[in-house]
């Protein structure tokens, strides 16, 4: 794949933004509930795609009724018109956007709130720089229950980071609620199909499906997610749990944030201990045609609609946010992944804080056999398999080093994975060790001992988490 003009050493600055008018949408001086009827009239249901489909199921019906091999042909036309429509739409979207066409930074409109799902450092590191930065939509930050809505009003309203011996506060957000009957806003209103234009998820991965379940209605094809995890396959999971339609299913993008975020001790607050980066990438499109895979990578540049907040996104100095292909963002973010998928786990089953796990022969052994069966798997991925990046060598060599280095890094310090587990929580296993033993599977080929550790781990959760349901007591 070419490099986009956003790949490294190619960012495009976009020019200055302009501030955002406060006339264009009340600033919040108190916790706004929000109301969408704004969004509901913008963004009224298009029919121009579905014309023709629906021209044609039309014309069949009146005529004598079909036989199935008759179905079968209209079935495939009707794709073949969708998929045409589809092509035909975004060369439409194209055309319309030269290549030297400066974009302006700021062209959210202010319908288009940003919205963050996300409690944790991230989440909340994120909503603190787009809510001081004055050229968007006030952040709209999603607070799932009255109880931390309660702790927000408590705290002001307000969000803090500490960056250095700095503290810096903002209240520019507004508070809403997914879940219908929340005490704090009107169920009625979330009951409203209004459309939620973009949204950034930094929830753990494993959570990712269930927690977009009460709002699937009001994400469509107008919608952009980015999803911000360590993890792979949440994007699948959510095309064939809520969005299995390529026309009408949101756009995702893929995120990955490099910084080191500290606890504060508070719910509200969040400190940033080294200086990252927000990595993104546009999930390419899928075009399923009798049985052939139409793979669909417009130009980043071009493709107008997950461009705007990926645009918008990267002109946020503080965000340090910039848009990779797939593959470039893929080999960035793999070695997080990789060290996620194996040496995460094995801090659990061992024990064990990261720095033991170098110094121990037995454990390095371990370390590598995984890590070999792992490397077969992504160096036969059918996304990289032609790169040369990704032969079985190469890959396998850049890992160990960079998985080591990583480790060495990590000093006495413990894994996410291994408090979640301690406390008979969930984890994100699944979207990381899982993915690789997925895939594998897929194509054949031996993740066995891949496959053991994500059993090692779900069992000893599985003992912590009966453990934990023993020690609450009986309560009349
Ligand atoms: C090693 C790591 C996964 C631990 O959080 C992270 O610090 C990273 O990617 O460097």
């Given at each position: 794949m070419r490099p986009g003009p956003f790949a490294a050493g190619r960012l495009k600055i976009p020019p200055a933004a302009k501030p955002f008018k406060p006339s264009e949408v009340e600033e919040p001086s108190a916790t706004v509930v929000e109301t969408e009827k704004?969004?509901?009239?913008?963004?009224?249901?298009?029919?121009?795609?579905?014309?023709?489909?629906?021209?044609?199921?039309?014309?069949?019906?009146?005529?004598?009724?079909?036989?199935?091999?008759?179905?079968?042909?209209?079935?495939?036309?009707?794709?073949?018109?969708?998929?045409l429509s589809r092509i035909a739409m975004w060369d439409q979207q194209e055309q319309a956007v030269p290549e030297s066409t400066p974009v302006p930074a700021d062209d959210l409109a202010p319908s288009e709130h940003i919205h963050v799902m996300g409690l944790?450092?991230?989440?909340?590191?994120?909503?603190?720089?787009?809510?001081s930065c004055d050229h968007i939509p006030p952040v709209r930050y999603v607070m799932h229950t009255p109880g931390v809505h309660n702790v927000f009003k408590q705290n002001d309203r307000k969000l803090t980071l500490y960056r250095g011996d700095q503290m810096v506060t903002?209240?520019?957000?507004?508070?809403?609620?997914?879940?219908?009957?929340?005490?704090?806003?009107?169920?009625?209103?979330?009951?409203?199909p209004s459309l939620i234009s973009n949204l950034i998820i930094t929830t753990p991965a494993a959570d990712v499906v269930r927690i977009l379940e009460p709002i699937k209605h009001r994400l469509d094809h107008r919608s952009t997610i980015v999803l911000i995890n360590d993890g792979l396959g949440v994007v699948e999971d959510l095309i064939k749990t809520y969005y299995p339609s390529s026309i009408t299913r949101p756009t995702f993008i893929l995120g990955q944030f490099t910084g080191k975020l500290g606890y504060t001790g508070e719910q509200f607050s969040v400190e940033e201990v080294e200086l990252g980066r927000l990595r993104m990438s546009i999930y390419p499109q899928q075009i399923q045609q009798s049985g052939v895979r139409i793979v669909r990578h417009p130009p980043i540049e071009h493709t107008l609609k997950p461009t705007r907040l990926l645009r918008a996104l990267t002109a946020i100095p503080d965000l340090r946010a910039a848009g990779f292909p797939m593959d470039d963002f893929f080999k960035k973010a793999l070695p997080t992944i990789v060290f996620r998928s194996i040496v995460d786990p094995l801090t659990v089953v061992l024990d064990s804080t990261y720095d033991k796990l170098p110094k121990n022969a037995y454990a390095r052994l371990v370390m590598d056999q995984l890590l070999s069966e792992l490397c077969g798997v992504i160096s036969r991925l059918p996304e990289v398999r032609d790169s040369?990046?990704?032969?079985?060598?190469?890959?396998?060599?850049?890992?160990?080093?960079?998985?080591?280095?990583k480790l060495v890094r990590q000093q006495t310090s413990s894994s996410r994975m291994r408090s979640n587990v301690a406390r008979g929580w969930a984890t994100d296993i699944d979207y990381q060790t899982g993915y690789f033993v997925e895939r594998g599977r897929q194509l054949g080929l031996r993740v066995e001992n891949l496959n053991s550790l994500i059993a090692e781990v779900k069992a000893k959760?599985?003992?912590?988490?009966?453990?934990?349901?023993?020690?609450?007591?009986?309560?009349?």
């Open positions: 704004a969004d509901i009239e913008e963004h009224k249901e298009p029919t121009s795609q579905t014309t023709d489909h629906d021209e044609n199921i039309k014309e069949a019906e009146v005529r004598v009724a079909p036989t199935d091999q008759e179905v079968q042909e209209q079935d495939v036309v009707a794709e073949s018109n969708r998929i944790d450092p991230v989440g909340r590191y994120i909503t603190h720089i787009l809510a903002t209240n520019r957000i507004i508070a809403v609620n997914f879940n219908q009957g929340g005490d704090y806003t009107s169920p009625k209103q979330y009951a409203l040369p990046d990704f032969s079985r060598l190469t890959v396998t060599q850049r890992l160990r080093k960079e998985i080591y280095h959760q599985k003992i912590q988490m009966d453990r934990q349901n023993m020690q609450i007591p009986f309560q009349l």
